[in-house]
């Protein structure tokens, strides 16, 4: 059985050029790199320009997000929010984050993941899908992406946990599949020339 083809003007929506329209297997598509604000996406290739987006979307559209780091498998950051773009959003008797910065939040997201990982082991308690950390002046949710990378999210005590996990689900889901090992590499050249 083979599946149907796609032709030209087969769809409702209005033609694109070719290189506009992501194919099926990739993550719906962001504006393009100049309607967009984020300078760290100018360069990259369609897939990190569209893990770029969705994760501003994750920030921009969730409530109480602070700040979020993907961690690849073996503890390097691959993509993260800025943190103190979001410091509108933040009562101002809360602390602004882990130290402020990304890269500690990958840190704990990549320890905590550890951690998991080895407790379910130990309990013969099969993968771990995810981990949230209820603190007096904040909540940090890790979710596990299929490549073995990790989603970290930093929010605000308040947060509603169920909508946060339920956007970081979305997220997983629409960005799991397209973290390859090339796309991996090129997302950590992007973090180190940051």
């Known amino acids: 059985m083979t599946a149907p083809m796609r032709t030209p003007g087969s769809s409702a929506k209005p033609a694109k050029p070719a290189a506009a329209e992501p194919d099926a297997d990739t993550v719906p598509g962001p504006p393009s790199p100049t309607e967009s604000d984020e300078p760290l996406a100018y360069g990259l290739s369609s897939e990190a320009r569209n893990l770029h987006w969705l994760l501003t979307n994750l920030v921009d ?3 109480g997000i602070l700040s979020v780091a993907v961690v690849s498998s073996d503890g390097l950051l691959l993509l993260s929010s800025d943190p103190a773009r979001n410091a509108e959003r933040r009562p101002a008797t809360s602390p602004t984050g882990p130290r402020g910065s990304s890269a500690d939040l990958a840190t704990i997201v990549s320890g905590l993941g550890s951690l998991t990982v080895g ?5 013969d308690g099969g993968a771990v899908k995810q981990t949230v950390v209820a603190m007096a002046e904040g909540s940090l949710f890790v979710m596990a ?3 073995g990378s990790l989603l970290g999210v930093h929010a605000t005590p308040d947060c509603d946990m169920t909508v946060v996990a339920y956007h970081m689900a979305l997220f997983v889901g629409r960005a799991g599949h397209v973290l390859t090992p090339e796309l991996r590499s090129e ?5 180190e020339d940051a």
């Open 61 to 63: 559209e969730v409530p």
């Open 119 to 123: 407790a379910a082991r130990l309990m």
């Open 145 to 147: 992406i299929s490549d």
């Open 187 to 191: 997302l950590r050249q992007s973090m």
